[in-house]
């Protein structure tokens, strides 16, 4: 007698972007324009990451909180960056978070953050186009002005 084959239950998903609200943005053509539409974030007491969804003209099309952590630390993984970006038919993305120190030194965690999801966006066909660190005074820091190499994503994951 052949033994028959274990069969499992697997369940069947279907997947839907749900919106949970609406915020007023215009054209992100850089740092300064994240700064001003992103101040909820930048006056944050903990660090959150936040991912701006863009079309092929830097639209913005969504906006995703990715994590919020802790005063000075946010685990991120590249997995719940590109949930939404993917659903939303995101051709780019720039990621925004905030140093509630008001301290606009990238850590060594956000060099590693920053090169991972431009990695992962190549990967995908997602570019990372910035990564932006807000000072609750308004002041910012963007990788793409002060290290662009983090954001070429050239490197296998």
Do not use: W
């Amino acid at each position: 007698m052949k033994d028959e084959p274990v069969c499992y239950e697997v369940p069947v998903y279907s997947l839907q972007l749900v919106q949970e609200g609406s915020v007023k943005a215009g054209l992100i053509s850089g740092p300064n324009e994240l700064a001003l539409t992103l101040k909820d974030v930048a006056r944050s007491d903990r660090e959150q990451m936040v991912a701006v969804f863009l079309n092929t003209k830097n639209q913005p099309v969504g906006r995703q909180t990715v994590s919020i952590g802790t005063l000075n630390a946010s685990l991120v993984h590249p997995r719940e960056v590109f949930k939404a970006a993917l659903l939303s038919n995101t051709n780019s993305l720039v990621l925004v978070h905030n140093h509630p120190s008001g301290d606009l030194t990238p850590s060594k965690e956000d060099d590693e953050i920053t090169e991972r999801i431009a990695r992962a966006g190549t990967v995908l066909g997602v570019s990372l186009l910035d990564h932006v660190i807000l000072a609750p005074d308004g002041r910012f820091y963007s990788y793409k002005d002060e290290k662009p190499q983090c954001l070429e994503g050239g490197h296998d994951l």
